[in-house]
């Protein structure tokens, strides 16, 4: 799923879809590396975010790792992710 796409953004798409068939998976496939849209589309129920940027050969690992269990995120938004749940430790 594309986040900028015509008419309804990948992200509406996906808070819609998701309720009615929970057990469908979507993977972000996108150019945005924007903080709001990378929580957004997870928050609406995307099992990963994957930057157009990456190489192509990463789509296709993706799929396996979702099929897998897994989560797949490009490396940055992983990154991302993580920081936004670690506290800056407290200077004594």
Partial sequence: ????????SGIDCIAEAKPQRPQIQYVVSTSFENHEFIFK??????????LKSDKPDALVDAVRSVME????????????VVTSFQKPAVKK
């Fill in 41 to 50: 589309a997870l928050c609406a129920g995307a099992t990963g975010y994957l």
């Fill in 69 to 80: 269990g897994g989560s797949p995120m490009s490396a940055s938004i992983a990154r991302l």
């Fill in 1 to 8: 799923m594309d986040i900028n796409m015509p008419g309804k």
